[in-house]
């Protein structure tokens, strides 16, 4: 089972990159011939761990989290609102600033908030984020689950590139020449999209990590994608369940590698003549020798029951022996095996199979068994 023990932690990075970048932000900094806010330092990071959440917990996971971040930032700047508000001690003072109305004056110029820019940051920051993970989830189906900085620098092209044309928008259209702003929206979007190509390495390994030890690499494939829907929604529909059973089996029939997108990295499978559950790559290799024996194979579900997270299929695999198959020498001959499949569900994924399939009328088909008459002959 998924053991998400990292996710508040994953949680904290994010909105803490989050709201720090917002502070800093009021700082411009030189990088050779760019000029740009301070708050590029850690803000990417952010997508970073928005693309970290969306890819091993989900978006309904990373949507919750996107909006604890809305939310956490907006009490950040409300708090600070307030102490600007306050006024001070009068025996304050901050470093040279030596009384107590010029500190004041120097706290309101940093942490000081214009109502427009904050207005664009919220509505840049949402727009960026759930495109980011909405791009994300959806390659990450439509490849399959491979290509991960494809997928990562995908998102993160269109999620900045919207982050940034809507904030430098909102927050500078008709403060400054209509003719800078096409090149600040450009320079942020390049510089904040090459941050995550640097830093793919990175994310492959968190990633990876993740996977491994939370036992989950969800697939949004019942995922319903509106962004205003707080609550977690990572479930998916009866049939949808059996949708992905047939499509794992139509494409394991194309490709073996479908077990590892199919499978989450700590499946069980209950195998025909083995007393104990095997992992991935014990079914892996179960199926590598089905597959040697008759690589002609091919499933059809005949029939699929479906209860809470399980699935039951009624299977008919035909194929042709053209292979060893338990040191039984080719014998040509076509054969038709019924399977009987339970698969348990999680997040598009299984995470627990049982299979049976009539071993011995295989036996019979290919000549390795006669059964014996009434008579024992």
């Not at 909102?170 to 400054?176: D, H, N, V």
């Not at 830093?199 to 319903?224: A, F, M």
């Not at 089996?249 to 989450?264: C, H, N, P, V």
């Not at 199926?287 to 579900?301: G, I, R, S």
Request: hydrophobic share 45%.
């Amino acid at each position: 089972m998924p053991s998400q023990r990292w996710l508040s932690a994953i949680t904290a990075v994010f909105v803490t990159s989050l709201i720090v970048s917002n502070i800093i932000a009021v700082k411009l900094i030189s990088v050779g011939p760019l000029f740009l806010p301070a708050g590029i330092l850690i803000f990417p990071i952010s997508y970073i761990f928005g693309d970290v959440l969306t890819e091993v917990y989900g978006y309904a996971r990373a949507r919750r989290v996107i909006w604890i971040g809305f939310f956490c930032n907006l009490l950040a700047v409300v708090v600070i609102w307030l102490s600007i508000q306050i006024p001070p001690a009068p025996f304050w003072s901050v470093g040279s600033w030596g009384s107590s109305p010029s500190s004041q004056q120097a706290y309101r110029a940093i942490l000081g908030f214009t109502p427009r820019l904050l207005a664009a940051s919220f509505v840049a920051y949402l727009f960026g984020e759930f495109l980011n993970s909405f791009v994300l989830a959806k390659m990450k189906i439509a490849t399959r689950g491979r290509h991960l900085w494809l997928r990562t620098n995908s998102s993160t092209l269109v999620g900045q590139l919207a982050d940034s044309g809507i904030f430098i928008f909102l927050a500078f259209y008709g403060m400054i020449p209509s003719a800078a702003l096409g090149p600040m929206i450009v320079t942020q979007w390049l510089m904040k999209s090459a941050y995550e190509a640097v830093i793919t390495p990175v994310t492959y390994i968190v990633v990876n990590y993740l996977k491994r030890v939370e036992k989950e690499d969800y697939y949004d494939r019942g995922t319903n994608f509106n962004p205003v829907i707080l609550k977690e929604e990572n479930f998916m529909t009866l049939d949808q369940n059996k949708a992905v059973m047939r499509g794992f089996l139509e494409e394991l029939d194309k490709d073996r590698t479908a077990i590892d997108t199919f499978f989450s990295p700590g499946c069980l499978a209950h195998l025909p003549g083995n007393p104990r559950p095997t992992d991935r790559d014990g079914f892996k290799g179960f199926v590598t020798l089905l597959y040697t024996a008759f690589p002609d194979l091919h499933h059809k579900v005949e029939e699929q029951i479906a209860e809470n997270d399980k699935v039951v299929s009624l299977v008919t695999a035909r194929g042709t022996h053209r292979g060893d198959f338990q040191g039984i020498a080719p014998t040509g001959k076509q054969v038709i095996i019924t399977d009987i499949i339970i698969t348990r569900l999680q997040g598009g994924k299984a995470v627990e199979l049982w299979a049976q399939f009539d071993a011995l009328g295989l036996l019979q088909q290919i000549g390795a068994y006669q059964p014996q008459g009434p008579g024992g002959s």
